[in-house]
């Protein structure tokens, strides 16, 4: 039976004394905090969707002509710019064959002062922008090659109309169908990504990185990645950006629901994380007017742990931060400003297994197995779902 457990704050004071009656508790430590400097580019390539041809060699006055052909070409250390204008999507997405390394990463970028507008072709999760996808328990045919030290980073330009009526400044723009299904971003075990500069517009996920543990021992999990400065400007599935992978860095970005419409079988949020150690700071989220039912930041699952959550600006949400499960999470520093005087929620469950907390039925693929060699062993076991020893304090409610 679940039950509420943590009582809905008002004010700065009430934070302040839990703050200090968890003092003694673990905390969660700061492990991603320094981003990755920028590389220099061992080649450099260029893909031009008028002017290009793929059987070019890809230089600047021959560049290729797709997306898809760069992507199964460029190697680690190599820079890839892509000339303004629109490209269309493929069938599951654009992955990348071959891996960068953490000093010669592989880095895609829009040229300077232009802007790459990606149209999702269909209105199907299955026609997704980029995706990476090395987890051996899934089923061959979805495999891709386990890319990591990958670079998707766009450069702002001037301010532009986009088909939709949106206004977008970034240098990459991800444009989907109002309504519909497809989305920007999605990974499994793959590690080691930056994701900055870049517009999510009318998806269902700006970015989606999943574990695909299925009770193994092995890590299946997207870690390590760094993403900042970007927005998501109204999306349609459960939330905004979701990251189930762990030691991520999250930064700067603006996260907005905008539409009324929502498309899923799921709860909604902004944000949602469902691993150990990551740093969510500086970033804005906000409704910004939409009435669907879709609060701030959800910790999901007893595999939300030891997460810092600081410096970030929430507003017009029916719930700041929900706390389902995970254990040892710090929220300090943030800008609050509910839309109702109840909105910190911290669930303790006994005897329960379903959503927001340990979905083992219909969702396998996050469960470690129940051995200590597991990497997030630690975080799931005993999965009793108390939510134990997380902080919040020092936030300013407006």
Not at 89 to 114: L, R, V
Not at 210 to 232: G, I, L
Not at 286 to 304: H, K, M, Q, V
Not at 313 to 333: C, E, M, Y
Request: proline share 6%; with cysteine; hydrophobic share 30%.
């Amino acid at each position: 039976m679940k039950f509420l457990l943590g009582l809905l704050f008002m004010s700065i004071v009430f934070l302040t004394l839990l703050a200090s009656c968890s003092s003694a508790l673990p905390a969660a430590t700061d492990p991603t905090s320094t981003p990755p400097p920028t590389p220099i580019p061992r080649d450099v390539y260029y893909v031009d969707g008028e002017l290009g041809s793929d059987s070019n060699p890809g230089t600047k006055s021959q560049p290729w002509q797709s997306i898809d052909k760069a992507v199964n070409t460029v190697a680690a250390g190599d820079l890839l710019y892509v000339r303004g204008g629109e490209y269309k999507t493929i069938f599951a997405g654009w992955d990348f064959q071959n891996s960068g390394t953490k000093t010669q990463p592989i880095t895609i970028s829009n040229y300077p002062g232009e802007q790459v507008v990606i149209n999702i072709s269909q209105s199907s999760l299955d026609y997704r922008a980029f995706r990476c996808w090395a987890a051996p328990t899934d089923p061959a045919s979805w495999q891709t090659p386990k890319a990591d030290y990958i670079r998707i980073t766009g450069t702002d330009v001037s301010a532009r109309v986009l088909s939709n009526g949106v206004t977008s400044q970034k240098g990459i723009v991800v444009q989907g169908v109002k309504g519909e299904q497809g989305m920007g971003i999605e990974a499994a075990g793959c590690d080691n990504w930056e994701v900055s500069g870049l517009d999510f517009v009318d998806v269902a996920y700006g970015i989606f990185t999943k574990k695909r543990n299925f009770r193994t021992t092995q890590d299946y999990s997207p870690d390590n990645w760094y993403v900042h400065n970007n927005r998501v400007y109204s999306f349609y599935r459960e939330s905004g950006m979701q990251f189930n992978g762990n030691y991520n860095l999250i930064e700067n970005n603006e996260i907005y629901k905008v539409s009324n419409e929502l498309n899923t079988p799921y709860g909604c949020q902004l944000l949602n994380l469902d691993g150990n150690n990551n740093i969510v700071k500086r970033n804005t989220l906000s409704r910004l007017g939409s009435t669907a039912n879709c609060g701030g930041i959800l910790l999901e699952w007893d595999l939300a742990d030891a997460n810092i959550i600081e410096q970030n600006t929430i507003s017009d949400v029916p719930w700041i931060l929900s706390i389902a499960g995970g254990d040892n999470n710090i929220f300090r520093n943030n800008i609050l400003y509910p839309n109702d005087k109840n909105w910190l929620e911290v669930y303790n469950y006994d005897n329960y297994s379903g959503w927001p907390c340990n979905e083992e039925t219909d969702s396998q693929a996050d469960i470690p197995a129940n051995d200590p060699s597991a990497p997030d062993y630690k975080y799931y076991y005993p999965h009793d779902c108390h939510s134990e020893g997380n902080q919040v304090y020092d936030n300013i409610v407006r």
